[in-house]
């Protein structure tokens, strides 16, 4: 008597198009040993600076009334990425400029949506970057 085989139930047979979904991924996916410095640092900066506007609610038609708006959170992104474009400005070429004007936007920004704006020079990151009027 032989002993009935197992079967593979539908949603875990791997067809063609899902090995060729896995191919793309495959391909589209790099060894973070192969990406350049100035772009991890970049791209970390693009992170804190999306994830900063959203806690300021600039996603929103009224920031003032965003529900996910929190100041406390929007001052720690805005001072980390202080801290990144800062500390390595020398290694970001010609995305410096962008990277530093985006942050000066967001540094106003926090500024105007606080009911008792910090004084000049200790608002969120300006310990790195000086006051930001």
């Known amino acids: 008597m032989t002993e009935p085989q197992p079967t593979t139930p539908p949603h875990t047979t791997t067809g063609a198009s ?5 191919a793309d991924v495959d391909l589209n996916v790099r060894d973070l040993s192969d990406v350049p410095s100035v772009e991890v ?25 965003a529900p996910v708006r929190d100041l406390d959170e929007a001052r720690r ?9 800062t500390s390595s400005v ?13 942050l000066q936007s967001l540094q106003r920004a926090f500024r105007e949506s606080s009911t008792h704006p910090d004084p000049p020079g200790q608002g969120p990151g300006e310990k790195y970057t000086g006051p930001v009027h």
Do not use: C, F, W
């Not at 640092?41 to 009334?65: C, F, Q, T, Y």
């Open 41 to 65: 640092i970049s791209r970390a900066a693009v992170m804190l600076m999306s994830a900063a506007a959203e806690k300021l609610g600039l996603a929103e038609e009224e920031p003032d009334n």
């Open 90 to 102: 020398e290694y970001l070429g010609p995305h410096a400029g962008p990277l530093r004007e985006g």
């Open 77 to 85: 992104l805005i001072t980390a990425l202080a801290g990144l474009i």
């Open 18 to 22: 899902e090995q060729a979904h896995d």
